[in-house]
């Protein structure tokens, strides 16, 4: 089911749960509500008038953050890796690569490759790197935690940073973490990790929270806060 009030357009998810939750998604406002599967269309649409203002203010937040150009990747535009920011060079030979030096990162492409092909190349260098991360950091959090995934995936959201199948133990982690500081993928991975003991966003999951990393709060406004890729 989807709604769309006053220029919002909302999803809608029925579930087997008691109580309804408005979530306004990162990092781009994705505006969802998951409710019971006993609550009816009309009573769902009134909840969500109720609640206009808050979206409002919710999705003006992330319309308003700093986000990238369209990457034609070309010497003079910028990337973003781990937090910092570099200056991008672009080079021709045969074989692709990128390096960072300094504040510059060279990128070695074929002359004749296209803005499509370049990202791709760029979007499995972050992949490399997000892994390597994830390898390192995901036993900790763990540890931490006392709990633990089955498995876990990269992968390019627009919508989220991170995700997690309750029944399956598997986590997603956005591919464009790779962009922002590490802490924030340790923030994302504990927050993940937690959901799979506490699927809503309630008083037991921030307390759980709360517990394994008590910054959670400035981790999270800091990664929001963070320049994103460009979108339509």
């Known amino acids: 089911m ?18 309804m939750h408005l979530y306004v998604k990162p990092p781009n406002g994705n505006v969802t509500v998951s409710a019971p599967l006993s609550m009816s269309d009309e009573a769902i649409e009134r909840f ?14 992330f319309d308003s953050q700093p ?13 973003y890796v781990w937090g910092k920011q570099y200056y991008l060079r672009t080079e021709y030979g ?4 990128l390096v960072l030096s300094g504040d510059k990162a060279i990128l070695t492409v074929r002359k004749e490759s296209t803005a499509l092909q370049r990202e791709t190349f760029i979007r499995e260098w972050y992949r490399g790197l997000l892994k390597a991360e994830i390898n390192a950091l995901l036993p900790k959090c763990e540890k931490t935690t006392g709990l633990k995934a089955t498995s876990w995936q990269t992968k390019y959201m627009t919508s989220r940073w991170g995700t997690c199948n309750t029944q399956s133990g598997k986590i997603w982690l956005n591919l464009q ?16 990790l937690v ?4 699927k809503n966003h309630n008083e037991r999951f921030v ?6 990393m008590p910054m959670w709060r400035e981790i999270k406004a800091t990664l929001n806060g963070q320049t994103l890729d460009y979108m339509e």
């Open 195 to 198: 959901h799979l003991v506490e």
């Open 94 to 97: 045969n074989k692709n690569s």
């Open 67 to 79: 986000r990238q150009s369209p990457r034609e990747y070309i010497s003079g535009e910028t990337l």
């Open 177 to 192: 973490l790779a962009k922002k500081t590490p802490q924030c993928l340790e923030y994302v991975i504990i927050h993940e």
């Open 48 to 61: 969500v008038r109720t609640k206009v203002s808050w979206i409002k203010r919710q999705v003006e937040k």
């Open 2 to 19: 989807a709604l769309n009030i006053s220029g919002i357009p909302i999803e809608v998810c029925k579930k087997s749960i008691k109580n």
């Open 207 to 212: 307390s759980l929270m709360d517990k394994f």
